[in-house]
């Protein structure tokens, strides 16, 4: 594994807070990619052998190649965590329900971070939006390498929301009760 991925892993990843502490073999992958036909970006071989499945540390986000009208007005995007030990799992649901040209390789709040396994989608690094409504496009590309998707993460601390510009307003009803 790449020296300067492996550091950012480090950085990037919340390493107390362990969701699944089995790493993937070299064999189970290859007999998950044997069973669908598929093949995996070495890069992402690499980080399921040799890291646990954790959470994304606090206030790391990674930028947008392309933006959806639910992309951060920043540009950037949040990732809760990626799949490890469950990635198979995932993946194979992932595949009956959408089909095998992206894998599903992490989460945030109902949304998809996935890997793309087909074609000119193969190693890229997608974003799903389970709310986007434009029929036209699916998954919006955030990176063109998992190495590239890592290292491209930064600590972004805020939310961009002023919280002096948020008003309350409570009904009458509710202190009448």
Known sequence: MNKKVKQKLNEILDMETVIDSRKLSETEIADFESAHGIKLSEEYKDFLMNFNEVYI??????????????TP???FENIDFLYVGNFIQYAEKFIKEHGKKLLPIGETAGDTICIGVHGDMNGKIYFIYHEDENEDKDEYLAANSFNEFILSFEKREGHGIDLDDIEIELDDDLWNS
Do not use: V
Request: charged content about 30%.
């Open 73 to 75: 007005e920043s540009g």
């Open 57 to 70: 540390n606090d206030g790391y986000k990674f930028p947008m190649i392309e933006k959806s009208g639910l």
